[in-house]
C-alpha cells in the first residue's frame, strides 16, 4: 500500500499514525518532494490528499472510516 501524502496534511498525519499504531506496512510518497509521485496521482485524475493506492486502485480518504472500508478491515 502507498499513501501519498504533503508535509502539512493532518489528514495525511491521521492515515499514518493508524497505520503504525495497528502495524500496517506502507510506503509514504511525499508529493511536495517527490514530483514523481505528484504525477502519478495527478495522472489517476487526484489533486489532493492523502490518497491511497492499494491494490492498484486509488482514492482520496479523509478519514479513518473512509481508509478502513477501502482497504477493507
Do not use: W
Not at 508535509?7 to 518532494?33: L, Q, S, V
Not at 490518497?51 to 486502485?57: C, F, R
Request: hydrophobic content about 35%; aromatic content about 12%.
Amino acid at each position: 500500500m502507498t499513501i501519498f501524502t504533503t508535509t502539512a496534511c493532518p489528514h495525511c498525519k491521521n492515515i499514518k499514525n493508524f497505520c503504525n499504531e495497528r502495524g500496517i506496512t506502507f510506503t509514504e510518497k511525499n508529493t511536495d518532494t517527490d514530483e514523481d509521485a505528484f504525477a502519478d496521482i495527478v495522472g489517476e485524475g487526484f489533486q489532493s490528499v492523502p490518497v491511497i493506492k492499494y491494490k492498484d486502485k486509488y482514492k482520496l480518504v479523509h478519514s479513518i472510516d473512509e481508509f478502513k472500508s477501502f482497504i477493507g478491515i
